[in-house]
C-alpha cells in the first residue's frame, strides 16, 4: 500500500530560496531515477512527517504527486540541519514495484534471554539495521530477531537469520548481528574470583599448613 504525498513545484536552487522555502515549513526536495530528469519541487514539512509516521518510516513507499503526475518512490536521503536536526533537503527516488531494490530495515529484539540475565549478562544488538534486497512492495517494516534462548557464550550471525520470503539480506552471513555483553559487576567478579584463590594459596617454596619443621636448637 502507498502513501499519498503532494508536492509543489517551480522551485529555483541557492541558499536564499532554500531558506525561505524552510521558512515557511516547507522542505526542499528533489526526484531523480529510472533515468528521468531530476525534477525540483518542495514538501511540506507536516505532510512528510505524516507520511513517514507509519510503521515502515522512512522505508514507506510513496505516490508522489508533481504536477499532473504521479511517481512511485522512496526517501533516498533525509539531509538534516546540524544543529537544529530538522530535515533540510529531502531525495525522493522513482522506483518500478515490481524490480528488486535495496534497502536499510531496523532491527529489533524480541524476548527475554533469561540464562543470560541469571548470569549478569545484556543482550545487545551489534547493529541497528539490516540492509535486505527485495521488490519495493515486499521489504518488511522490520527484522524481528527472538533472543530468549540466547545464553551466555552466543551470538547471533546473519546467516542464523530467518527472513521473510523474497527478502534476502545484502550483508555477509558471518556478520555478527546479536551478541552478549559482561556487565561490569560480573567482570568484577570474574577477576576477584581467581584473585581470591591466588591469595589463598601457599608461597613457593612455603611449608604446606600442618608440615612445619621444629626450629634447630
Known sequence: MTTTLTTTTGRTT?????????????????????????????VGRRDLRIAL?????ANTILE????????????KELQRDPVKRTV??????????????TMSVPVHLTGTAKAVLAEGGLVDAAVD?????????NIPNE????????????????????????????????????TVLTTKAEAEKTVA???ADAAGAPAAGAPAAGDDKPAAS
Open 14 to 42: 541557492g541558499s536564499p530560496e532554500s531558506r525561505r522555502i524552510r521558512n515557511a515549513e516547507n522542505i526542499p526536495a528533489v526526484i531523480y531515477g529510472h533515468g528521468m530528469t531530476p525534477i525540483l519541487f518542495t
Open 143 to 178: 527484522i524481528l530477531i527472538d533472543v530468549t534462548s540466547m545464553t551466555m557464550n552466543d551470538v547471533i550471525r546473519m546467516g542464523d537469520i530467518k527472513l521473510p520470503k523474497g527478502v534476502t539480506a545484502v550483508l555477509d552471513e558471518d556478520l555478527v548481528i546479536v
Open 53 to 57: 509516521s507509519g510503521p515502515a518510516g
Open 88 to 101: 533540510s533537503h529531502v531525495d525522493f527516488m522513482q522506483i518500478d514495484l515490481s524490480e528488486e531494490i
Open 193 to 195: 574470583a581467581p584473585a
Open 64 to 75: 508522489l504527486h508533481v504536477d499532473d503526475k504521479k511517481y512511485p518512490a522512496i526517501v
Open 129 to 137: 539495521r539490516i540492509e535486505v534486497r527485495a521488490s519495493a512492495d
